[in-house]
């Protein structure tokens, strides 16, 4: 069974820093786009930012443009998201998704998604 598994997630202050990760298993990692949404609740999924496959191209929402990094290991599988002076509305549930194919942005073309992590940032 294919899985994508985050990890990171927790409760910080407003300012601090906070990485999550996600590893995937059971599946080739090099030709999968990959993907970070957040999630509120009641909201649908947004996306925070997106990679390709070789990871030289980079996309991030407007909203965290500056403070939040993503970035890729293909050798050791993994994604992670590097998050700077976080904000009280960064707060959500964070979702690791991947998809053969582009790195696209709505949410409906990605059709591998994790569990999910929750990230709740207090001011």
């Known amino acids: 069974q294919v899985q994508l598994i985050e990890s990171g997630g927790g409760p910080v202050q407003a300012g601090a820093s906070l990485n999550v990760s996600c590893a995937v298993y059971r599946l080739p990692f090099a030709p999968l786009a990959m993907a970070w949404f957040r999630q509120t609740p009641g909201k649908e999924r947004d996306l925070v930012a997106r990679?390709?496959?070789?990871?030289?191209?980079?996309n991030y929402a407007d909203s965290v443009k500056g403070r939040f990094t993503i970035s890729r290991d293909n050798a050791k599988k993994t994604m992670t998201l590097q998050m700077n002076s976080l904000k009280p509305e960064d707060t959500g549930v964070y979702y690791c998704?991947?998809?053969?194919?582009?790195?696209?942005?709505?949410?409906?073309?990605?059709?591998?998604w994790g569990q999910g992590t929750q990230v709740t940032v207090s001011s």
């Open positions: 990679i390709n496959r070789s990871g030289n191209l980079k």
């Open positions: 998704a991947a998809t053969n194919g582009n790195y696209y942005t709505r949410e409906r073309d990605y059709d591998i």
